[in-house]
């Protein structure tokens, strides 16, 4: 079973930067799509970003688009967020997943599998 840790998250002035790491454990997650979303307290988990197994596709929502860049490295079982032009609204827990096979709706939380514990980012105005 694939373990995941998110590292990098923190407290950020409005307009910085940060990079998020999400490395794996237990197994290779090569095989696998791969995905980060964002929650807020009482609020349901939200599409931040996904790549393709082999990190050649990547995809966005729409509100962090050309600010934020998912990228992956396969040889170090390690999946980022850069996340950049950060604004109050990003705050959130941060977390990474592995997506299923079979599932073709890469924006939903269903569609993923194995999660990880979560890094807070907080952006202060």
Not at 59 to 67: E, F, I, L, N, Q
Not at 95 to 105: E, H, K, L, N, V
């Amino acid at each position: 079973q694939v373990q995941l840790v998110e590292s990098g998250g923190g407290l950020v002035q409005a307009g910085g930067s940060l990079r998020l790491s999400c490395a794996a454990s237990g197994g290779t997650f090569s095989p696998y799509g791969l995905g980060w979303f964002r929650q807020t307290p009482g609020k349901e988990r939200n599409y931040v970003a996904s790549i393709s197994r082999s990190g050649d596709s990547t995809y966005y929502a729409d509100s962090v688009k050309d600010r934020f860049f998912i990228s992956r490295d396969n040889s170090k079982n390690t999946l980022y967020l850069q996340m950049n032009s950060l604004k109050p609204e990003d705050t959130a827990v941060y977390y990474c997943a592995t997506r299923r096979p079979s599932a073709a709706i890469i924006e939903s939380p269903g569609s993923y599998n194995y999660w990880g514990q979560g890094t807070q980012v907080t952006v202060s105005s």
